[in-house]
């Protein structure tokens, strides 16, 4: 059966849980609704509707019968508690995504994508939290790898702060930077990390001096201007020697799947792309880096781009 990527779901249960969502029925089950017959009277879907959705989110485990109703399980958490990023998961992302993706006829007409909804960003950041651990390991290590001797690491645009955890619990100095609304949001998820967190924009991101400046599918979502203006900031802020390196999918060396879907997932938000290996080594070296490398990153479709600040002559 087809799966979406990432999301670890089937299509057929990404649209029946999107349906749900756009229909009113999801928020009808996870508030007020215990049987189909009220799930109908509470939406306007019908009674058949109400009924094959709610026995399907049961057969899903989305649902449980108790007594003569049935009662949300953990399962479909990441629709009631938004609090903790790290107890969303991939799934309300993954329907956001869907529901990009069904506008596109209309985006790739009007070249102006939806706006997004109010929950979008927090479940971006619960997608992210949800991370496979073996993907942040490898990522981790692909960096450490182009950069040895790094002690001070910035995560820049470090969204849940998964990958900052990940290079504080190998024992580097480290501190994350994103905008205002993520770092409000994650700081309770990482009080207790010995992680730094900033508020910068990816203009303010020199703000500092580390010996490796890591950022993971950051490049897939900007254009090249903002792109080009990243590598020359990063430079910026990077000690003599330091390496900036950039976990991303790269057209012509990952997986077509993978560049497809970078590819798709720009058309429908309306920025970023998946860029070829040469264009990074041109954006790398006009930023004043040199010995620019396009490392695989082992169990992933990901590569390492990094590069290395110029030392002085």
């Known amino acids: 059966m087809p799966t979406?990527?990432?999301?670890?779901?089937?299509?057929?249960?990404?649209?029946?849980?999107?349906?749900?969502?756009?229909?009113?029925?999801?928020?009808?089950l996870t508030s007020r609704a215990g049987t189909a017959d009220a799930v109908a009277a509470e939406t306007e879907v019908t009674p058949?509707?109400?009924r094959v959705v709610v026995e399907s989110l049961a057969d899903l485990g989305f649902l449980r019968r108790v007594g003569d109703e049935y009662e949300v399980t953990n399962r479909a958490l990441?629709?009631?508690?938004?609090?903790?990023?790290?107890?969303?998961?991939?799934?309300?992302?993954?329907?956001?995504?869907?529901?990009?993706?069904t506008a596109l006829p209309e985006t790739m007409t009007t070249g102006t994508p939806p706006e997004p909804s109010d929950d979008s960003l927090v479940n971006r950041l619960g997608a992210h939290a949800a991370t496979d651990e073996a993907v942040?390991?490898?990522?981790?290590?692909?960096?450490?790898?182009?950069?040895?001797r790094a002690e001070r690491v910035l995560n820049v645009a470090g969204g849940s702060g998964v990958y900052a955890r990940e290079f504080a619990a190998r024992g580097f100095e480290t501190t994350m930077c994103d905008?205002?609304?993520?770092?409000?949001?994650?700081?309770?998820?990482?009080?207790?990390?010995?992680?730094?967190?900033?508020?910068?924009?990816?203009?303010t991101v020199a703000d500092g001096t580390y010996d490796l400046?890591?950022?993971e599918n950051l490049c897939r979502s900007l254009d090249v201007a903002e792109v080009r203006t990243l590598f020359s900031t990063v430079e910026d802020a990077l000690s003599a020697c330091g390496a900036a390196v950039?976990?991303?999918?790269?057209?012509?060396?990952?997986?077509?799947?993978?560049?497809?879907?970078?590819?798709?997932?720009?058309?429908?938000?309306?920025?970023?792309?998946?860029?070829?290996?040469?264009?990074?080594?041109?954006?790398?070296?006009?930023?004043?880096?040199?010995?620019?490398?396009?490392?695989?990153?082992?169990?992933?479709?990901?590569?390492?781009?990094?590069?290395?600040?110029?030392?002085?002559?």
């Open 4 to 28: 979406a990527p990432r999301s670890g779901f089937d299509i057929e249960t990404l649209f029946l849980l999107w349906a749900a969502r756009e229909t009113g029925v999801l928020d009808a």
């Open 48 to 50: 058949e509707a109400a």
């Open 78 to 101: 990441g629709f009631l508690a938004k609090r903790d990023v790290r107890s969303i998961g991939r799934l309300p992302h993954a329907l956001d995504v869907l529901d990009r993706y």
């Open 136 to 148: 942040v390991r490898a990522s981790v290590t692909a960096a450490i790898r182009l950069a040895p």
């Open 179 to 203: 905008g205002d609304d993520v770092v409000e949001y994650v700081a309770p998820a990482l009080e207790r990390e010995d992680v730094t967190l900033e508020r910068r924009s990816l203009a």
């Open 213 to 215: 400046v890591f950022g």
């Open 246 to 313: 950039f976990v991303e999918p790269v057209r012509g060396r990952s997986s077509s799947t993978a560049t497809v879907r970078a590819s798709m997932e720009a058309l429908a938000t309306g920025s970023g792309g998946a860029h070829t290996d040469a264009q990074y080594r041109e954006w790398f070296a006009e930023a004043g880096f040199e010995a620019v490398r396009v490392d695989d990153v082992p169990g992933t479709d990901l590569r390492a781009v990094g590069g290395y600040k110029r030392g002085v002559d």
